[in-house]
C-alpha cells in the first residue's frame, strides 16, 4: 500500500514560523504546518501531514494506528526539528483580547450592571 499524496495541507490544526540558528551556524526562518488526522483506510491506520519549510521537500505523511497517535508522531517530528537546531524562537504573534467596554447611557454616565 501507498500512503496518500498530499500536495497541500487543506485542514491545519497548527501554523507557525520559526527562527533559529541551524548546526552550520545559519539564522533561518522556516514555516512549520501540522495537518488533521486523517484516515487511511487501505492501510487501516491514521496519519497527518507534516511540512517544515527548508527541511522537507514535500509534506510528510505521518502516520499512526489512530488519530491521537499519528498526531503525536507528527508532533514528534516536529520536535526532532526543534531539537536539531538551536535558539528557537516562534515568530506567531497572540491575538490581542478584546476588553468590554462599558455600556453608557445617552447622558454619558455608565449604566448599572444587572445580574
Not at 81 to 88: K, P, S
Amino acid at each position: 500500500m501507498r500512503p496518500p499524496k498530499v500536495s497541500r495541507i487543506e485542514d491545519p490544526i497548527a501554523d507557525d514560523r520559526w527562527e533559529y540558528i541551524t548546526r552550520k551556524g545559519k539564522r533561518r526562518i522556516s514555516r512549520l504546518t501540522v495537518g488533521r488526522p486523517a484516515p487511511h483506510p487501505p492501510m487501516r491506520c491514521w496519519y497527518c501531514p507534516v511540512r517544515i519549510e527548508g527541511q522537507t521537500p514535500v509534506i510528510d505523511i505521518v502516520f499512526g494506528s489512530g488519530p491521537v497517535d499519528a498526531l503525536m508522531n507528527a508532533m514528534q517530528a516536529v520536535r526532532n526539528f526543534y531539537e536539531m537546531n538551536f535558539e528557537v524562537l516562534s515568530l506567531a504573534k497572540v491575538p490581542r483580547q478584546k476588553t468590554a467596554r462599558k455600556a453608557t447611557t445617552k447622558r454619558g454616565r455608565a449604566r448599572p450592571e444587572i445580574g
